[in-house]
């Protein structure tokens, strides 16, 4: 399948596009970086196009469904969100060391979806939960905002870095100056957090509509919508926290790495949990 053979090239220009952030921020220069940005653009044009080609493919087969409707294509689709909104950010900031932490997730999300063996390529036909135009949407929401606590998961890293740089008594680093000041940090990563809370909680909401209408109950503690709610407390936490109570700096940065890890558990985790959302 043609759309199989672009992702799995996708994957590596993934991890050149890794390569050139990380040579960038090591030697504290822009250049490499700028290249670097350039080969994820590639990356996220061909991706685009794969996911296109695998959609028109599912039509092809009498099937007809977005692909997002098992863990290969729910794997791919996080990493273009993931690099869709880190480029974003980064044409937006005019600062590139973020994606030495961000792209490498997309690049390793590609890599599990070509190389585990539990994970297969081939389009398959909808089972009946999945029948439902609420996929799209529910799948598309969940995604956008890991791919929003992903970013801020680059940018907490960024911001121990120049905490922990900044220390008296310590010498810099000489790509310290690459990195954005601490306070431009914290305003992003709370955007970010903000960002990808708000698509979580239109993902529960879509999701809790979608399962009253497969299994006719909105909420049934199945361990994926458990630790849905657990992944949106601790980034309500989070906003909480500074909003109301101004937290700042390396506390917030740590509660972004919390949540960050809870999501992963989430999407990947609860799969090796009895549950409904075990296709997922």
């Not at 504290?28 to 794969?50: I, K, M, Q």
């Not at 039509?59 to 690099?83: D, R």
């Not at 439902?132 to 969940?142: A, G, K, R």
């Not at 979608?210 to 992944?231: C, F, I, Q, R």
């Amino acid at each position: 399948m043609i759309s199989a053979k672009i992702l799995s090239w996708v994957t590596f220009v993934y991890f050149a596009s890794f390569t050139g952030y990380l040579i960038g921020l090591i030697r504290g220069r822009d250049r490499w970086a700028r290249l670097a940005s350039w080969t994820a653009a590639a990356g996220l044009l061909a991706h685009t196009a794969a996911l296109l080609l695998r959609w028109r493919a599912s039509y092809a087969l009498g099937m007809g469904h977005a692909p997002l409707s098992n863990l290969y294509e729910s794997l791919v689709f996080f990493a273009w969100a993931v690099v869709f909104l880190y480029l974003l950010v980064e044409w937006r900031t005019r600062n590139r060391t973020p994606g030495v932490f961000v792209v490498p997730v997309a690049f390793l999300l590609m890599a599990y979806a070509s190389i585990s063996p539990g994970v297969s390529d081939r389009i398959q036909p909808l089972i009946p939960a999945l029948q439902s135009n609420w996929l799209t949407s529910h799948v598309i929401t969940c995604f956008m905002g890991y791919a929003a606590f992903t970013v801020a998961f680059g940018l907490a890293i960024l911001h121990l870095i120049k905490n922990r740089q900044r220390k008296p008594g310590r010498e810099p680093s000489r790509f310290l100056t690459l990195i954005p000041d601490e306070h431009d940090l914290e305003e992003l990563l709370y955007q970010s957090v903000l960002l990808g809370f708000v698509f979580l909680t239109l993902g529960i909401i879509t999701g809790s509509v979608w399962a009253h209408y497969a299994w006719g109950t909105y909420w049934s503690w199945d361990p994926k919508e458990t630790w849905s709610l657990v992944t949106w407390v601790i980034y309500a936490g989070l906003l909480h926290a500074r909003y109301v109570r101004g937290w700042r700096g390396r506390r917030l940065a740590v509660l972004a790495l919390v949540g960050f890890a809870a999501m992963l558990f989430t999407y990947l985790g609860v799969n090796y949990l009895p549950s409904l959302h075990a296709y997922m």
